[in-house]
């Protein structure tokens, strides 16, 4: 192993659902511990922290962490990225180790979002007594409802049915297909906030939130943490055997924004900081897309998952409806997708989701995957996208010892 | 006629009622707030810019589930207004999948948002079918 690597030393991901009786900082605690105790190594040995918790962003979880699990004066980075929060968290950790400012570097990411319901609309204002032009729009109302949707579910249906207006081929029933995919999946992940096998009539039929996405086609509002170590090639070679083998290699840890596009003022572009954080990730790690074993990618909605087989360049450009018909992204196809059952069945609690991705690419490598284990998984990726926009791609090696 | 006034600053009212976007004088990039300097170029002159006020719908979503006060359903889009996007409701058209397609032409209308206590009316714009047929196809 080279010197510079990064490695992921040990990682853990709470339980998705409901913890009632855990607060915010419990989950992390839980996280943060269970990752160090699956290194093998303690805080004393933390060279630096990065904390993510975006519904409580300016609360310094990070510190509020220290203070139940080990106070040792380490710098504190608190990030918030929307949803690529815990991937920013970890890209955070993995910049000061491969800086040499760290030998190990701990990431967590939490967040407690059971019944939080609808996220990113805009309430409606109250009309004022007199009409007054308000912020960079001069509006005199709430715009929600009456110039679009902010709605998650509505900017993502939109973004969904985008990609089927350019490139054909999408319907209702296709992309309640992708949600079956990921429900039939998460029947295997004891972890994810649901296990439900939902039939094809079952999702379709299911409450409407923002059409063509259905209450089962977006993703599960929940709780859960997950944490990991990094370290570098050069300290990993000074641990014992045992450690080295479940170590996994960071081959690609890239983080981007997007891009100014004609239409992002309107409709946030997905694609572009996507395809642009996947291409450096390719490049970085020396792998292709057909070298992947498994993919963890952000289906915070069905039509959602369908753009990025696209942007991540797991088939032709404009091939993603073709992609899905062949099977590919199925358990048992030539490239697995989201066979933790994706944000739609295992949760999405948000800051938490850019680390839970990458434990679950790391179960498969370290083949501890149990009953889900993609058998001989030497290659995954695991990609988040937050709104605003953020992207995070992580490639994945087995060790090779 | 009860004095009016746009919901949005980029509408403008009249006889030919249309939208009107902050041009970047450098590249072109087009705005419908203020910016302080162009994302696309970082030129930071910018010119008003009349949008075309007919379009193709991109891409749409019909909300059911919405913040409490916002009706539903309702159906927002992008529409592609001769290369420039714009973010708007569908109106005048039946919220379901059978009676709003992709691809769909459109055009601007206006409409009452409200008035307030001093009798002004708000006027907002959404985009309608250019052609209707009986079944409002």
């Known amino acids: ?401 | 006629m009860p004095e009016q006034v746009p919901l949005v600053d980029y509408l403008m009212l009249g006889e030919e009622p249309h939208l009107v976007a902050n041009e970047c004088a450098g590249c072109g990039a087009r705005y419908f707030d203020r910016r302080n300097a162009c994302a696309a170029c970082f030129g930071t002159e910018f010119r008003k810019a009349a949008v075309a006020t007919a379009g193709e719908v991109r891409a749409f979503t019909i909300v059911a589930v919405a913040a409490p006060g916002v009706p539903v359903p309702f159906v927002a889009a992008t529409v592609d207004c001769a290369g420039t996007s714009v973010k708007a409701n569908l109106v005048n058209v039946t919220p379901d999948p059978e009676h709003v397609r992709l691809g769909m032409k459109v055009r601007l209308t206006t409409y009452l948002v409200g008035t307030d206590s001093a009798g002004t009316e708000a006027i907002g714009f959404g985009f309608e079918p250019l052609e209707t047929t009986i079944d409002g196809q």
């Open chain 1, 1 to 401: 192993m080279a010197s510079d690597d990064i490695w992921i030393l040990g990682i853990h991901m709470t339980k998705f659902g409901k913890h009632k009786d855990k607060d915010t900082v419990d989950l992390a605690a839980e996280a943060a511990m269970g990752a160090l105790a699956d290194s093998g190594v303690t805080m004393k040995q933390m060279g630096v922290l990065a904390a993510g918790n975006l519904m409580a962003a300016n609360a310094g979880i990070g510190q509020q962490l220290q203070k139940q699990i080990g106070q040792t004066g380490i710098p504190v980075y608190n990030v918030a990225n929307a949803c690529a929060t815990g991937a920013t968290a970890l890209r955070t950790a993995i910049m000061a180790v491969k800086a040499g400012e760290a030998d190990y570097g701990l990431a967590v990411g939490v967040e407690k979002l059971s019944g939080a319901g609808l996220l990113g609309q805009q309430a409606a204002r109250p009309a004022d007594d007199t009409w007054t032009p308000r912020g960079r729009q001069g509006a005199v109302a709430g715009l929600e409802g009456h110039v679009g949707t902010g709605t998650m579910p509505g900017v993502f249906a939109q973004i969904g049915q985008e990609y089927g207006h350019k490139y054909g081929g999408t319907s209702f029933e296709l992309f309640a297909r992708i949600s079956e995919k990921n429900h039939a999946h998460s029947t295997l992940n004891p972890l994810a906030a649901y296990q439900k096998r939902f039939t094809l009539e079952e999702i379709m039929n299911d409450i409407m939130i923002s059409y063509p996405n259905t209450r089962p086609m977006c993703s599960a509002n929940c709780d859960g943490a997950a944490a990991a170590v990094v370290t570098s090639g050069s300290v990993l070679k000074t641990l014992p055997k045992e450690q080295q083998r479940r170590a996994v290699k960071v081959s690609a840890s890239v983080l981007t924004s997007d891009p100014w596009q004609e239409a992002c003022q309107v409709l946030p572009d997905v694609n572009t900081l996507t395809r642009n954080a996947a291409k450096q990730a390719y490049e970085q790690a020396g792998v292709s897309p057909s070298d992947l074993d498994l993919v963890e990618l952000h289906d915070c909605f069905a039509t959602a998952e369908l753009v990025h087989y696209d942007n991540l360049m797991l088939c032709e450009e404009g091939g993603a409806v073709d992609f899905f018909e062949s099977g590919a992204p199925w358990r048992d196809g030539s490239t697995p997708v989201n066979v933790s059952g994706g944000l739609q069945s295992k949760g999405h609690p948000v800051a938490a989701t850019g680390i839970a991705n990458i434990w679950e690419v790391c179960q498969h490598l370290r083949g501890e995957g149990r009953d889900r284990q993609i058998e001989g998984a030497k290659v995954g990726l695991a990609h988040v996208i937050g709104l605003g926009s953020a992207c995070g791609v992580h490639i994945l090696e087995r060790a090779a010892a």
